[in-house]
C-alpha cells in the first residue's frame, strides 16, 4: 500500500477544499511513479475560497471537469477566476431510469457496486469525461462530483489502470477519501456515511475496500474504452496521460 508520508505528498492544498490531491505520486506496474501535475481530484469545488483559487493556480490547474448533475451544478453559488476553464459532464445519466432503479434507492450508488454496471450500461458517459480530460487546455485539470468519492472514484480508477498504476495505490488513493470522512463531514456539517456505507457493504458479503477492489479486478479497460467513442486522439491522451508518459 502506498505509505502515509506519500498520500501527505500528493495532497492539494487549496482553502476551502479537505479532499483534494494529485493523481500523481503514485506507483505504477513499471517501478515508476504516475507524473504529477496532470491530473487532481476533489470534492465540490464551489467551496473554494478567493486564496484557494490562488492555490489551485500555483499547483498548475487550469481546467475543471465536472462530473455532476445540472441539478447539482445550478446550486453553485461562488464566482470563478478568469483564467480556469470548466467542463460539465453529467456522469450519472439518471435518465436511464432502468439501471438507476438498481443502485439509487438502496444506498448502492454511494458504494464502488455500481462502478462496473455503469460502464457497461452507459460507456459512453465515461467516454465523454475521459474525451474532456485528454483534450482540455495545456495545465493540469481537477475533476471533481460533490464529496470527491464515488463519480470521482470511478474515473479516478480509469486514469490510474490506463497507465498501470499498482492495483494497491489505486485501491488506496479511493480509501483515503475514505480516511478523510471525518473531516470532509465537518465541513458539510453532515454525519459521517462511512459506517452506514460499510454496513451496507457487509450486508452484500463483502466491505467498501472489498468492492472497489472487485470493480478494479473486474474492469476491462480496453473494452470500454473501445465502446466509450474516444477519438484516436484522446485514446491516446488518456494512456499516455497527456503525453507525459511514454506509450508501447
Known sequence: ?????????????VEGLVNARDLGGLR????????RGVFFRSENVDWVTPTG?????????????????????????????????TINVDLDGLDNADFWK?????GLVGTAFYFLPHLDAMPERSGVVLSALASAPTGGVLFHCMGGRDRTGLIAMLLLAAIDAEPDAIVDDYLETVRLADLRAATTNRN???PKIEE??????TT??????AALAGLELGALLAS?????????????????????
Open 1 to 13: 500500500m502506498v505509505n502515509e508520508s506519500s498520500l501527505e505528498s500528493r495532497t492539494l492544498s
Open 28 to 35: 505504477r506496474k513499471n517501478g515508476t511513479l504516475t507524473p
Open 53 to 85: 483559487w490562488d492555490q489551485m493556480h500555483e499547483a498548475g490547474t487550469r481546467t475543471i471537469v465536472d462530473l455532476r448533475q445540472a441539478g447539482e451544478r445550478a446550486q453553485d453559488t461562488q464566482p470563478r477566476p478568469d483564467w480556469l476553464t
Open 102 to 106: 438498481d443502485f439509487w434507492s438502496n
Open 192 to 194: 459521517n456515511a462511512e
Open 200 to 205: 451496507l457493504c457487509q450486508t452484500h458479503g
Open 208 to 213: 467498501t475496500e472489498g468492492a472497489f477492489r
Open 228 to 248: 466509450a467513442g474516444l477519438s484516436d486522439a484522446d485514446n491516446a491522451a488518456i494512456m499516455s496521460w497527456r503525453g507525459k508518459v511514454p506509450t508501447a
